[in-house]
Structure formats: C-alpha cells, structure tokens
C-alpha cells in the first residue's frame, strides 16, 4: 500500500517569516494530494489540494508543489501569522480516493 | 451547508462496554469515509461507503467494528466489547459525486476506553 512519510514533525517560526513541510509517498498510481490544517479538538480542514497533472497550485498565502518524478510534495505558507499555527497533515489518495496520510507537523508561529 | 456533523463529540465508556457513533454527511455527498486519528498520528483510513454500499474495509477494521449506511444519508460506526486501544478520534469525511477527489471532515467523536 502507499507510504507517506512528512517532515519535519514540528516547526517554530517568527511571525511574517515562510515555513515549508514536506511529505514524500511510494505508490506511483497515486494523483490526488490535500493538505489538511487541525487545530486542537477539531476535525481536519483542507487548505489546499493538487492534482498530478499540476506541478504548482498557489491559494493567497498557501501553495503547494508536487514533483511526480521523485514522488515528493510540498506545503508553502508566506507571511505567517499566529492563527496558522496548528497542524498541519499531507495525504496522497490511493484507490477510491481512500487517503493516506502524513504523521503531522506542528507549526508554531510565535509572534 | 452544514458542513459534516458527527455525534457525540465525546465519549467515556468502560472496557466491554458497546459503543455507536453517528456521521451526518454534507447533505447530497454520495460518499462517506470513516477514519480513525490516535494522538500524534494522522487520520488512516478505516471503511468507504458509496450510496448505501460499504465498498471497502481496512484491516484495521476488526470483526468488533460494524460500520453501516442504510439509506445512503447518515452513517454508524459500532464498537463492540470495546477495548483500551480503540481509545481514539474516530473521523467522517464525505464527498460529493461531482468533485470525488474532495474530502470534508466532520469534527470527530473522541473515544476513551478506560
């Protein structure tokens, strides 16, 4: 089955600063990749999505790169603030768009 | 839109003890995924419904885990004799015909076997 592993598992960063999360996955016929955001006691939220026929998606602050080749992605936010503070999880979607998720990075924007 | 609704939010039981927890989709998703989130870890993925057909189950959905969706609206997800390590967040997420890819969260049920 797929494999996704993500990096790092925590990230402090200043407030107004840029921070990136990584997430590489082992099963090639995988096409659909969502970040998720969780803050504590809540369910997660998509923040942004790509599919494998985009290298690059940008959403305001939020954007995201996928390089099929090496079967790795990435999460960029600018800017930061303290509201973005939370985790954050990448999936990749196997079949039926069941997803196979991250283990999670800690973003902690302090201000 | 309401968004994915899940009920309880919390849930204590004792070990042995049978639990249900109940998922209201968005509202026309013809898809409904269940997953399962312990502390630290991400959500993985436990049984799929599409309609009323349960398409797919995870090994980790053992013969104590019944998941069901009758009428292809609202799920259940049952644990009998529950156990310490089922102690979890116990996720629904659905997603609409039109944008399949798409997954939306509800906000959990947390579960705690003591």
């Known amino acids: 089955g797929e494999n996704v592993e993500q990096h790092p598992s925590t990230l402090s960063v200043q407030e107004g600063d840029s921070a990136v999360i990584k997430c590489t996955y082992s099963?090639?016929?995988?096409?659909?990749f969502p970040w998720y955001k969780q803050e504590l006691g809540k369910g997660p939220q998509l923040i942004i999505d790509i599919r494998s026929n985009v290298g690059e998606k940008k959403d305001q602050r939020i954007a995201v790169t996928l390089n099929k080749t090496a079967k790795h992605f990435s999460l960029h936010i600018t800017e930061t603030q303290p509201e973005d503070s939370a985790v954050y999880f990448c999936?990749?979607?196997?079949?039926?768009?069941?997803?196979?998720f991250g283990s999670g990075t800690k973003l902690n924007v302090k201000p | 839109d309401t968004g994915v609704s899940q009920d309880p939010r919390h849930k204590i039981t004792k070990r042995g003890q049978n639990v249900t927890f109940r998922c209201d989709p968005i509202s026309e998703h013809n898809r409904l995924y269940w997953y399962r989130q312990t502390l630290g870890q991400g959500p993985e993925f436990l049984t799929y419904?599409?309609?009323?057909?349960?398409?797919?189950k995870s090994r980790l959905l053992s013969d104590r885990f019944s998941a069901e969706r009758p009428k292809g609206s609202f799920s259940t997800l049952e644990i009998q004799r529950t156990e310490q390590g089922d102690s979890a967040m116990y996720l629904c997420?659905?997603?609409?015909?039109?944008?399949?890819?798409?997954?939306?969260f509800g906000p959990g049920t947390r579960l705690t076997v003591l």
């Open positions: 999936a990749a979607a196997g079949n039926f768009n069941k997803f196979y």
């Open positions: 997420a659905s997603s609409s015909i039109v944008s399949t890819d798409t997954q939306y």
């Open positions: 419904f599409q309609n009323e057909a349960q398409l797919e």
């Open positions: 099963d090639s016929a995988s096409n659909y």
